[in-house]
């Protein structure tokens, strides 16, 4: 029986090859990117209509909100419902509907935010 390089060692050489070599690839400085050019235009409403769109855009927002409120007392109430009487389509529905409800509100806030930061004041 012969006592030397096997496949196991081999590929245990080759392990340490591939770590050492990511380890120089990961340690290196990164690429400098090339400067950015960008405009300085700033979106600006047309005279006499930022009042209006404020009050349309404050509508929505608040708008958006009352729904979204009222969806979660709805579907609070229907998984309530749905115990008390032993229903149980009702209390699934009622489950996914807050589910749908938490899923709105997180886009709702994210879309606010994206919204804000394409029309908000000062350029970027």
Known sequence: MRVGKGPAAVRAASIVALVL?????LSSEPATAAPVITAAVCPEAPPGVEAFADQVT?????GVLAL?????????GS????????HPHASRYGAMGIAVVVMVA???TVILVILESITGSGCT
């Open 58 to 62: 404050a509508w929505v927002k608040w």
């Open 79 to 86: 998984v309530l419902v749905g115990r008390m009487f032993s």
């Open 106 to 108: 997180i886009t709702y």
């Open 68 to 76: 979204i409120g009222i969806a979660a007392v709805v579907s609070l």
């Open 21 to 25: 070599a990511a380890l120089v690839v």
